[in-house]
């Protein structure tokens, strides 16, 4: 684990909330071969095809409402149908049916002239966030200031308005419990992902996708399908599973199950959401993983071995998971320079 650093005054608290808070609190479907083996059939294959599988990318329309003035921003939420379809039986269930109501979030900037296509930054959140209220006061200004872009957030499945009554948090369903919701709320949110930049595509001459945590690991996977966006992956890992037992106890334990009763292997199920076992096909030119070397959660050498099989940049700072905004505006000007030096 290695000394104590000052980071681990946040980290360890947090840590320990999840282990508290988590654990024995979902309750899910007990998974047969059956359910099983609709996963375990994309192992070894082409993973693109478990993303894109039902997925028919639609009209746009959000129903946006009045904008609301957040100081450099003028704040806008807009909600449409998503266009997931789950592939197992088992989520149509109303307990287990994921909520298809997504919700977007844009800041825009109130310095740039509404007639230009400029520049825009789709930030998808971490796993348990519950606001954008702390972003918006830094997160998103630096994006408004080195970039000169607006800002798009997504709300991700299972997360903020769209979690379960029973949720003992918000994003509690996502990665924690039964595994197949959580394969499908990747799926799910790598489809909402792609028709979201789709969006973006018709409105914005310079799509930049950010997500740190979580939303860094769904930007990895993002970059097998995205074309002419800039990426940024922020404290991710290759694999679902280097998370902390006690952030996500309830899916570690049904993972382990499987495997003493023999039924798959983890990463049999879970091939298509983990770099390690595929090789990257449309990876972005322009790409850039960022970590934290004193991270508890997500632990440095992870981030390094998804920058390896990225075969792109990394860029560290010396704090943790949970400390990445004071390091943050450096390490996005740097990061635009390079994006910047490619173009050339």
Not at 41 to 54: A, G, M, S, T, V
Not at 284 to 292: L, P, Q, S
Request: proline share 5%.
């Amino acid at each position: 684990m290695g000394s104590f650093v000052p980071s681990d005054l946040i980290e360890y608290p947090i840590i320990n909330y999840f282990k508290y808070r988590n654990k024995g609190k979902i309750k899910d479907k007990d998974l047969s071969s059956s359910f099983i083996s609709e996963y375990t059939q994309y192992y070894r294959k082409d993973p693109r095809d478990f993303f894109l599988e039902n997925f028919k990318p639609k009209t746009f329309d959000i129903k946006w409402n009045n904008p609301v003035f957040r100081g450099k921003f003028h704040r806008s939420t807009g909600q449409l149908l998503s266009p997931f379809q789950p592939l197992s039986s088992i989520l149509q269930e109303q307990k287990y049916y994921p909520n298809l109501n997504m919700v977007a979030h844009h800041y825009k900037s109130k310095n740039i002239n509404s007639t230009n296509k400029q520049t825009v930054v789709l930030f998808i959140h971490g796993y348990a966030e519950t606001t954008f209220i702390f972003h918006e006061v830094s997160y998103f200004k630096f994006f408004n200031k080195i970039f000169h872009s607006d800002v798009f957030a997504l709300e991700l499945p299972y997360h903020f308005n769209r979690q379960p009554k029973d949720s003992p948090f918000s994003g509690a369903y996502y990665l924690n419990g039964n595994p197949i919701r959580m394969l499908e709320a990747i799926r799910q949110s790598i489809q909402e992902i792609l028709l979201t930049t789709l969006y973006l595509k018709e409105k914005y001459e310079r799509i930049i996708l950010f997500g740190v945590s979580l939303g860094g690991h769904l930007v990895a996977l993002a970059t097998q399908f995205l074309s002419e966006v800039d990426m940024i992956c922020a404290l991710a890992s290759p694999f679902i599973f280097s998370l902390n037992p006690k952030i996500v106890p309830i899916s570690t334990e049904i993972v382990s199950q499987l495997k003493r009763r023999n039924q798959t292997k983890w990463y049999r199920l879970l091939f298509a959401c983990n770099l390690k076992y595929f090789a990257p096909f449309t990876t972005n030119r322009h790409t850039a993983v960022i970590g934290g070397h004193y991270d508890r959660i997500v632990a440095f050498n992870r981030v390094q071995s998804l920058a390896r099989m990225l075969n792109k940049p990394l860029f560290s700072y010396p704090g943790g998971h949970l400390s990445l905004i004071f390091w943050l505006r450096s390490l996005l000007c740097r990061i635009n320079q390079l994006f910047e030096e490619l173009r050339e």
